[in-house]
């Protein structure tokens, strides 16, 4: 009888804990009571309350590292576009501490592509970076953005001790409202073996991004590579609306399946 109970009742402890956390119980970023808090909590088993983790997991309400707590991301969907396109962003819902240094930066005439995805005129200049992206001092992405001039002439200024170019955009009034992602593999250059630590032919996640103002003016046209194993995204399709989303991918204890894999 108990067993027949069981499905249910992690799917009732889900739920709550699905509420407490919309109602701001623990914060964004905050973390859960521990597995053997929980079932105290709820009287169930410890199995239980990991399948009610697991079910919030997928959800993207909370995210978990091996060894710590669940923490609780950003109620979403309200901050999911945000933190999608800033990766400081991201990195603190997650329970991460972000960083990066530049590696390259260039004024130069815009190539054709970003002629194109920046609308601008051909021979127009635009100011263009390479940058390493850390997660708590791991390499993680290699990331290669064009900004038009006036944009490029902000970023090019930020302190070197800064590491979230959305927000200092902000800061100058600068809105980011619209974005277009395209999601594929592509295969590690030298460069970006140097970088992020892997054998050149590795496979990458690439994620190419522009980013518009309230205007439909485009702000950035980025490129970014992620090593394997490091971050994942979940596309979540309704009728009234398509949110994507990013998580951060990890190697799951006693080998538990990953959602989606």
């Known amino acids: ?20 956390v ?39 309400v909370v995210t978990s590292r091996r060894g710590t707590r669940r923490v609780v991301l950003e109620s979403p969907p309200l901050q999911d576009f945000a933190e999608l396109l800033s990766f400081s962003r991201w990195a603190r819902a997650v329970g991460e501490r972000p960083g990066g240094r530049v590696v390259r930066e260039e004024h130069r005439p815009a190539t054709p592509e970003e002629q194109r995805q920046l609308r601008l005129e051909p021979q127009a200049p635009v100011y263009w970076v390479l940058r390493l992206r850390t997660l ?80 439909g003016v485009p702000v950035e046209w980025s490129e970014d590579r992620y090593l394997p194993g490091t971050v994942a995204f979940t596309m979540h399709n309704s009728l009234a609306s398509t949110a994507l989303t990013r998580s951060r991918a990890t190697v799951p204890a006693e080998a538990e399946p990953e959602a989606g894999s």
């Open 1 to 20: 009888m108990t067993g027949s109970r069981e499905p249910v009742r992690y799917r009732q402890v889900a739920a709550d804990l699905r509420q407490a």
């Open 22 to 60: 919309a109602a701001d119980a623990y914060g964004p970023g905050g973390r859960l009571p521990s597995e053997e808090a929980l079932a105290r909590q709820y009287q169930v088993s410890r199995g239980t309350i990991r399948q009610s983790l697991a079910l919030l997991r997928h959800e993207g």
């Open 136 to 215: 708590t001092d791991c390499p993680v992405m290699v990331e290669r953005t064009a900004y038009p001039q006036a944009v490029g002439a902000l970023v090019s200024g930020m302190p070197p001790e800064a590491v979230s170019v959305t927000e200092l955009l902000e800061r100058h009034g600068i809105v980011l409202a619209d974005a277009d992602h395209t999601i594929d593999l592509v295969l590690a250059e030298a460069e970006d073996a140097e970088l992020l630590g892997c054998p050149v032919g590795s496979p990458l996640l690439r994620e190419r991004r522009r980013t518009t103002d309230p205007a």
